[in-house]
């Protein structure tokens, strides 16, 4: 009883929930995913995990339901393509490119306009 009030505060306070899926048990090497969410119950972020790192597919959405990010992880690190969008819908151009070890190496091209419509 004491650790529904306490999920009850957190959530009227605004914190967001984590929930840890996996194929098998936590800490045996299985591929896992991990899945947060707002407060209002919206999904926040999906990520594939191995061996403890993020590894895979990866999305994030803004709080209004709208997608944030899609791209993919390796050894932990931002991999290749990946896309990012404001709140509104729109391209955000600044952080959109092609990641290597998490750094960008590759800017999205000039007049490309990669829109998402969710």
Do not use: C, P
């Amino acid at each position: 009883m004491k650790f529904a009030i306490l999920i009850l505060i957190l959530g009227a306070a605004g914190f967001g929930v984590t929930r840890l899926v996996g194929a098998g048990a936590a800490g045996a090497g299985s591929d896992d995913f991990q899945t947060t969410y707002y407060a209002s119950g919206q999904i926040e972020s999906k990520f594939e995990y191995e061996n403890g790192k993020r590894e895979g597919t990866a999305e994030r959405w803004h709080a209004n339901g709208k997608i944030m990010a899609e791209g993919r992880y390796q050894d932990g690190r931002m991999e290749g393509a990946w896309q990012f969008w404001n709140a509104d819908g729109t391209s955000d151009k600044a952080r959109t490119g092609t990641y290597k070890a998490g750094e960008r190496v590759l800017e999205v091209e000039a007049g490309s306009d990669v829109a998402r419509g969710e």
